[in-house]
């Protein structure tokens, strides 16, 4: 198996989008990243005055949900301690370790991606001359079951299992087949039960009705595939199959939060047109 993927692009292109609207440092930014993001930007113009939606809105939505839920967490679990996986080049460690700092909890924030994106990231993070005594940045790969590269490897070498823990992807679900990754989900929740507590925040694209309203969306869709070289399937039909779908994978508490519905309560940005992804907390 290679421990290498073209989905890794896609995290130059996100981190440049985190730093064009400060959620990252410049260093976290790159040639390639800023090349995909400005190509992007007359597109996502045009969409949102025709559809009323862009996708950079989107993804600071779902950035900005994810980081108020995980401070959720934190707040009901205040030894909690958090495995991102596929964070690619966000900062969203550097951040919720500074808020946990500041109100003088002791987080721990293992993130992990491909060997490749750990290596480049650590470079970025040594440029920064970041460092925290409960952080650290680990190759993974999601798709091995067992090995140093696996999810339990990482648990294991990392984490205290008389803690709750909670797990973060954002940016990584729509990469897989939905078998491959309900293979990944049953593993999580099993591992996540061997915890005091363990939970799992994502992102998911569903097949909503809007595509079969609208053929400018199956075009974008296209288009992420070209760029990535592989197919970018959505998963479930609605939200409701999107919780089914979690539950039969072992969860027992899946809350689905359309972005565009919860707004106002966690002060994201809103669109016109309709959101096209969801943010899941599933707790085990
Ligand atoms: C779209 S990027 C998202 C990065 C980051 N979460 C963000 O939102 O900016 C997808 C990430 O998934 C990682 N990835 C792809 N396949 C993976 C796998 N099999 N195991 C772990 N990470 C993977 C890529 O390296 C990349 O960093």
New binding site residues.
């Given amino acids: 198996m290679n ?1 290498k ?1 073209p ?2 692009l ?2 130059y ?3 440049q ?2 730093c064009e609207n400060a959620y990252s440092e410049p260093e976290m930014g790159s040639v390639l990243g800023k090349s995909l993001y400005y190509i992007h930007r007359p597109v996502g113009w045009l969409n949102e005055r025709l559809f009323g939606n862009n996708l950079e809105t989107m ?1 600071i939505q ?2 900005k949900l994810i980081d108020a839920l995980t401070l959720e967490a934190i707040e009901q679990n205040p030894t909690l301690q958090i495995l ?7 900062s969203r460690a550097q951040r919720i370790l500074k808020q946990a700092d500041d109100a003088g909890l002791n987080i721990r924030y293992v993130e ?3 060997p ?2 750990v290596n480049w990231k650590q470079a970025r993070l040594g440029k920064l001359r970041f460092s925290h005594p409960e952080h650290s940045v680990e190759p ?4 091995r079951e067992s090995g140093p590269l696996s999810l339990n490897a990482i648990l294991d070498s990392h984490f205290d299992r008389n803690k709750p823990i909670l797990v973060i ?4 679900v729509n ?1 897989f087949e939905l078998s491959t990754i309900e293979n990944f989900w049953r593993s999580l929740r099993g591992a996540l039960a061997t915890f005091k507590h363990g939970e799992y925040i994502f992102e998911i694209w569903p097949k909503l009705p809007v595509y079969q309203e609208q053929l400018t969306y199956h075009w974008g869709v296209s288009l992420i595939e070209m760029f990535t070289r592989q197919r970018v399937p959505l998963h479930y039909t609605s939200d409701e199959s999107v919780a089914q779908g979690l539950k039969e994978c072992g969860f027992s508490t899946v809350n689905v939060l359309n972005p565009n519905e919860v707004s106002q309560q966690y002060g994201l940005p809103k669109m016109q047109g309709e959101c096209l992804f969801r943010v899941t907390r599933a707790i085990v």
Avoid: C, P
């Avoid at 993974?140 to 798709?143: E, G």
């Avoid at 992807?169 to 990584?172: A, I, K, R, S, Y």
């Fill in positions: 421990d993927s989905v890794s896609t995290g292109f996100t981190g989008v985190w993804l779902r950035h991102e996986i596929a964070s690619g080049l966000s992990a991606d491909l490749q994106m993974i790969n999601i798709l992807t954002e940016g990584l990469y």
